[in-house]
């Protein structure tokens, strides 16, 4: 990381940690989820693996993980605070990959074709509460409009891999399975997997799926 930016919003001041790229070609600008914020592993990997394959990478703290409060607003004072960062975001001139984990993801989908989004990148998606399937999220999902990436746990109880839509025609989208993992993308130790390998498969992922944007 070279700087921190504070972006203020309708919603109170966001923060943007910066992991520029040397000739970068596009931005990805990832938010936390609900339970957590930008120290989460797959965040930090990204962040430390994607600058050298030519994407400047935008970790995003919400208003509210700024302000230092534990629990997340609803979600459309979470989808007020990504408008609000957005043109912080857009600055540099790239291509920006709206991207987030969890609840991150949400807003990556709500807000992708408003904002102009080049493509969507959704860690962890919470296709529904864990234990709730019948609470489907999908068309959030579905409606995001632009090319997306969803990088899912096998063992995510928020939505394992096979409980997705079908990804063919109308809101069509790339699934990368990350085997044995949870929420959090963490592998069980009896595993064959571990966390390093585990993310690799992450960061090789979106990696190559954002050489393949155009």
Known sequence: ?????????????????????????????VGHGAGGGIEARDLQALAAALPGQGVTVALVEQPWRVAGKKLAPAPKTLDAGWRGLWPALCEPGLPVIAGGRSAGARVACRTATELGAAAVLALSFPLHPPGRPERSRAGELLGAGVPTLVVQGGNDPFG????????????????????????????????????????GTITGAVAGWARSLR
Do not use: C, N
């Open 1 to 29: 990381m070279t700087r921190t930016e504070i972006v203020p919003t309708e919603t109170g001041d966001a923060r943007i940690s910066w992991y520029p790229a040397r000739a970068a070609q596009r931005i990805l600008a």
């Open 160 to 199: 394992r891999p096979e409980e997705f839509p079908e990804r063919s025609g109308p809101g069509a989208y790339e699934l990368v399975e990350v085997p044995y993992g949870d929420h959090g993308f963490a592998v069980p130790k009896r595993a064959p997997v571990g966390a390093e390998e585990t993310l």
